[in-house]
C-alpha cells in the first residue's frame, strides 16, 4: 500500500486479498503537520483471538485470508502492507469539560485506507506501541480492553447504529501493566475516517497562540468537506453547512444511543467522530435497571457523562468545535444557528421516532410527547431492565388475558403500577387501531433482545485469560443478530446475576 502525499494510487500485491484493492490514502494528502509516520511496535508471537467476518467483508477479505498467519502478522503490526507508511494523527481536545491541549494517537498506527466493496475504510491498529502522542503512556492496549472494544463496535453495527467497526483482536503474552499485569493485544478499527472534534480544536489552538488562523485549520475543514460532505461547498458558508452537517449527525447518534440504552462513558471531544460514529469504546456500557442518572465510568466522579447527560455534553461538544471553526466562519451567530439548526431538530425527531418505534406506534397524536415523558418517568420510578421491558412489550397483545402480560409484569415489584401504565399503553394502541400482529413485527425490529452487558463481555474476557477465545465467538455471533429470537443464545437475554452488580468499568477498561 502507497502511502504518500504525491502518489497514492498504487495497488498492493498480497495474498490477503483475492483481488487486488485500491488503496488511496486520502488522509496522507495532508501535510505531514498532521501526523507522524512511524512503525508500529508489534507483538512477540502473536495469536488469532477473533475476527469479524462482517467487517473483513468491508475491506473484502473473504474465507482463507482470515486464516493466514500473514492476517495475523498484518494486523499484529509485525509486518507492513507493501508500500505502506503508517502514521498516527495529532490532535488536541476537552476532557472532562476541561482543555487537555495536545493528545492525538497516542497507541494507534493508520495504516491506510482500502477502498471496499461498500466505500473506503481506514484501517487503524490500537495498542501496537508508542507514538510521539503517547505523553506518559506505554502505547499499548490490553485483551481485557480490547475485547470489550471488539465486541461493542460489532454489535453497535448489529444494532444499525453509526459506528466504527473492529476486524480482529491479535493477541500475545506480552506483559502490560495496569492495575494489575495483564497481556497485550492490538484491536484492528475501521472507520471512513478518524478525524474528530478535537482534530480541528488542535489547530485552532495554535492559530491563538499566533494570534492568527492556522492554515491547517482550513487543509482540514476543506478535506473533509471535499471528502466526506461535498453538498457543503455549494453552500453560501461551507464552513457553518460543514459544523450544521457534523450537528445533524451528532444529534442522530445521540438519539440512537438514548433509545436504545447505550451510555459511552467518556464523551470528550477528542472521542467525538466528526462523521457522528460512536468512536472509541473505553468505559462504555448499556442501561440495565433503568436509571437516568446512571454513570457506566467508575472514572467519572462528577457524572459528567451519565445518561441522562448525553444529549447536552453533545451539545457542549458541538459548541467547542464552533468555537474551532469560528475563524472559518467568522459569525458567532452563523457558528451558533448551525449548531441549533443541525442537532437539537436531529436529536429530537430522531429520538421521538425511536421511541414511538419501541412503543409500537405508527400514527402521530398529540399527546404522545406527553405520553413518552411518563412512560419514562414510569422507568425512572419502577427501575424495570430496560432492554427486556421494551422486549417484552414487543410480545404483549393488545388486549390483556389471564398471564398475557406476565413476562413484564414480572420486571416490576410493584405490578399494579405495571398494569396501570400497560392499560394507558394499550388505550394509546387503540387509538389508531393497531394491528395486532403488523405492531409486534415492528416492534421486534425496533427493540433488540440482545445487547452488550458488561456481565457478558467480562465472561468473554475471563475465559480469553485462559486462551479459551470460544465465548467472544459466540457473542459476536449473538450480536450481530440482536433484534431476532436466537434460542441458542438465549441465555445472553437473561437478568445480569448478583455478581455482575459488582463490575466496575474506568477510563482504564
Known amino acids: 500500500m502507497r502511502m504518500t502525499s504525491t502518489d497514492i494510487t498504487d495497488t498492493v500485491q498480497t495474498p490477503l486479498w483475492s483481488k487486488q484493492p485500491s488503496l488511496p490514502n486520502t488522509f496522507a494528502r495532508l501535510p505531514e503537520t498532521f501526523y507522524t509516520r512511524l512503525t508500529p511496535a508489534g507483538l512477540p508471537s502473536p495469536y488469532l483471538v477473533a475476527v469479524s467476518d462482517d467487517a473483513a467483508h468491508l475491506l473484502g477479505l473473504e ?41 492525538g494517537d497516542g497507541r494507534a498506527h493508520l495504516l491506510g485506507e482500502v477502498q471496499g466493496p461498500h466505500g473506503a475504510w481506514e ?29 461493542c463496535s460489532e454489535a453497535m453495527a448489529g444494532l444499525g447504529i453509526p459506528t466504527t467497526r473492529a476486524l480482529c483482536i491479535v493477541g500475545a503474552d506480552l506483559p502490560v501493566r495496569r492495575e494489575t499485569i495483564e497481556t497485550a493485544a492490538v484491536v484492528t478499527r475501521l472507520s471512513p475516517s478518524f478525524v474528530r472534534f478535537g482534530s480541528f480544536e488542535h489547530w485552532a489552538a495554535q492559530g491563538v497562540n499566533e494570534n492568527a488562523p492556522k492554515p491547517e485549520l482550513k487543509q482540514l475543514a476543506d478535506y473533509v468537506i471535499d471528502t466526506f460532505m461535498p453538498e457543503s461547498r455549494d453552500h453560501s458558508s461551507p464552513y457553518a453547512s460543514l459544523l450544521r452537517e457534523v450537528s445533524r449527525r451528532t444529534g442522530v447518534l445521540i438519539a440512537h444511543w438514548q433509545a436504545v440504552g447505550f451510555m459511552h462513558g467518556v464523551m470528550n471531544t477528542d472521542n467525538m467522530s466528526i462523521l457522528g460514529l460512536t468512536l472509541d469504546y473505553g468505559p462504555f456500557g448499556f442501561m440495565e435497571a433503568f436509571d437516568a442518572a446512571h454513570i457506566c465510568n467508575h472514572s467519572d466522579h462528577a457524572g459528567r457523562y451519565a445518561y441522562a447527560r448525553q444529549p447536552e455534553v453533545a451539545h457542549w461538544n458541538l459548541y467547542a468545535l464552533g468555537s474551532a471553526l469560528l475563524p472559518l466562519i467568522g459569525d458567532e451567530d452563523v457558528a451558533r444557528a448551525a449548531i441549533e439548526e443541525g442537532f437539537a431538530p436531529a436529536y429530537d425527531e430522531t429520538f421521538a421516532a425511536l421511541i414511538r418505534a419501541k412503543l409500537g406506534l405508527v400514527a402521530t397524536h398529540a399527546n404522545d410527547e406527553a405520553f413518552m415523558t411518563s412512560t419514562f418517568a414510569f422507568l425512572q420510578a419502577h427501575r424495570p431492565d430496560y432492554t427486556l421491558f421494551f422486549r417484552g412489550l414487543s410480545h404483549l397483545p393488545n388486549q390483556a388475558a389471564p398471564h398475557s402480560d406476565d413476562a413484564v409484569r414480572d420486571l416490576f415489584i410493584d405490578r399494579a403500577a405495571c398494569d396501570a401504565w400497560l392499560a394507558t399503553w394499550r388505550d394509546r394502541l387503540n387509538a389508531e387501531q393497531s394491528n395486532e400482529a403488523a405492531r409486534r413485527t415492528r416492534m421486534l425490529r425496533a427493540n433488540p433482545k440482545y445487547v452488550l452487558r458488561n456481565w457478558l463481555a467480562e465472561n468473554a474476557i475471563r475465559k ?25 443464545f438465549a441465555h445472553y437475554a437473561a437478568l445480569p446475576p448478583d455478581w455482575a452488580s459488582g463490575l466496575e468499568v474506568s477510563c482504564s477498561s
Open 123 to 151: 484501517i487503524q491498529l490500537k495498542g501496537a506501541g508508542r507514538t510521539p502522542y503517547s505523553r506518559m503512556g506505554d502505547g499499548r492496549a490490553v485483551l481485557r480492553s480490547s475485547i470489550r472494544e471488539f465486541l
Open 63 to 103: 474465507g482463507n485470508a482470515l486464516a493466514l498467519q500473514e492476517f495475523v502478522d498484518v494486523f499484529a503490526g509485525n509486518q507492513p502492507l507493501p508500500g505502506g507508511a503508517p502514521l498516527a494523527a495529532v490532535y488536541s481536545g476537552h476532557q472532562f469539560g476541561v482543555w487537555a491541549g495536545q493528545l
Open 464 to 488: 480469553a485469560r485462559d486462551k479459551d477465545y470460544s465465548e467472544i465467538a459466540s457473542l459476536l455471533q449473538c450480536l450481530r443478530r440482536p433484534y431476532d429470537e436466537q434460542p441458542e
